[in-house]
């Protein structure tokens, strides 16, 4: 089979009108927003002005197909276009592609009724709302959704939800949770107790408990205990039993789509590494003549560039219905790390004015160290990966099915 790293003239059209209008329209408001150190509301503002931009350019929900007001691309489209928005903080929402109503929007594109579609998806699509997805708990690990306490249990022709939430990303503003809950606690495999619900927010029994304080600021990650909280039979999201299924369809391209943000936020802080390092000088040169910088300037390089193959691989694996939960999963390892390490490397040439609140670098890390744990633990993705390898090994005789099956 050949292999052709050119891409379709429509995804290469999509990129360059994305990325101009990122450049032009985009970045130089979020570097205003920044520079005035502006509160939410003014991001808010900036957010619905460029937003009606966005639509004029045809530039509107790239993930979902035109019925839904969107672009109609697949994830190897989408991986370019979120590489560009993630260049930007505000980017993913002038064009309604941020999380968690991206993946929302693709669950509820593939799982929900028609009705549902009609009264969740279509005031999504069309950006008149938000959402949030409820699966972790603080008492039990996220990191095994078995273990979900929260319990909907049939009553007439209701469901009632009692439980406890937390880290609903963007529970604050919300129209509408998807929350996933124990409605078979006796179910053989595990995988079969939980089910998706669809629970309008507010409701009755629907509490906000806190915003919980993160190390990057109380950025809407929400607290929420369920009391008795009634949901009509029509708002269950899925089959019953499929809640487990449902968190998985979601968070594989939803992961995905993170990487692919997470790439543009770290071609930020390696531009900035490069900016920095012609600029400074230091014992008779420039830092980017030092050996020790370039080394730092060139393992990031090589690490981006092997995240950027193995996003593209495994959206490649998605858009042609290939198995994909391998690649997936070691992508989002690597990506999160290899974010991570660019911003540090980045903090290290910058030096003081690198741990300063004076550019973006050190809000940058604070939010990437969430990129190693949100949407599965690096070691939760590690498992999975070793498992992979050893069944091929055990299949196979060799290792080719868990490291890509490219050569
Ligand atoms: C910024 C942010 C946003 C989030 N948004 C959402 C959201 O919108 N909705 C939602 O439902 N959840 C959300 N989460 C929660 C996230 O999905 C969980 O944090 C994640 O699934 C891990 O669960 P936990 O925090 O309970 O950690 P635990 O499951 O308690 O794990 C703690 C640590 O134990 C280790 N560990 C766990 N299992 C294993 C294993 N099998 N082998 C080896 N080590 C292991 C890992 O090091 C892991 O980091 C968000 C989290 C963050 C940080």
């Known amino acids: 089979m050949p292999i052709d790293f050119n891409l379709a003239p429509e995804v290469e059209e999509v990129r360059q009108r994305v990325r101009k209008f990122m450049d032009a329209e985009v970045r130089p408001v979020e570097a205003k927003l920044q520079e005035e150190r502006a509160e939410r509301s003014a991001y808010v503002q900036a957010i619905i002005g460029l937003r009606q931009k966005a639509r004029q350019e045809g530039l509107w929900n790239p993930h979902l197909p035109p019925e839904w007001a969107g672009m109609g691309l697949g994830p190897v489209g989408m991986a370019f276009v979120s590489a560009e928005a993630g260049r930007t903080t505000i980017g993913p929402f002038v064009i309604n592609a941020q999380a968690p109503d991206e993946g929302n929007m693709h669950t509820l594109l593939h799982w929900a009724t028609p009705e549902q579609k009609e009264k969740y998806l279509r005031p999504l699509a069309e950006g008149l709302c938000r959402s949030c997805f409820a699966m972790t708990e603080p008492e039990v690990a996220g990191s095994d959704p078995t273990l979900i306490q929260t319990t909907a249990v049939k009553d007439g022709d209701d469901w009632v939800l009692n439980g406890h939430k937390w880290f609903a990303s963007g529970a604050h503003g919300s129209k509408f949770a998807i929350v996933i809950a124990r409605t078979d606690p006796d179910a053989d495999p595990p995988q079969a107790r939980n089910t998706g619900f669809i629970v309008d927010t507010p409701s009755e029994g629907w509490e906000i408990v806190r915003d919980v304080e993160t190390m990057a600021g109380a950025a809407n990650h929400p607290e929420i205990r369920l009391t008795d909280v009634r949901v009509p039979a029509e708002n269950m999201l ?125 809000s940058m890390m604070r939010t990437a160290r969430a990129a190693r744990l949100a949407d599965g633990a690096d070691e939760v993705h590690m498992q999975t990966i070793a498992r992979n390898l050893i069944a091929a090994y055990k299949k196979d005789g060799n290792t080719r099915a868990a490291t890509g099956e490219l050569l």
């Open 238 to 362: 899925g089959g019953r039993g499929e809640g487990h299924r449902l968190g998985q369809y979601r968070l594989g391209p939803a992961r995905l789509a993170h990487c692919m943000r997470w790439i543009g936020n770290a071609e930020v802080a390696l531009e900035m590494m490069v900016d920095r390092a012609l600029k400074r000088y230091s014992h008779g040169s420039y830092l980017a003549e030092k050996q020790a910088i370039q080394w730092m300037m060139s393992e990031s390089v090589m690490e981006l560039y092997t995240g950027k193959l193995m996003v593209l691989h495994a959206a490649y694996k998605i858009e042609n219905g290939l198995p994909f939960r391998q690649e997936v999963s070691m992508a989002k390892v690597h990506v999160a790390n290899t974010l991570w390490r660019i911003i540090d490397r980045s903090i290290q040439v910058h030096g003081a004015l690198g741990y300063s609140t004076d550019t973006p670098l050190e």
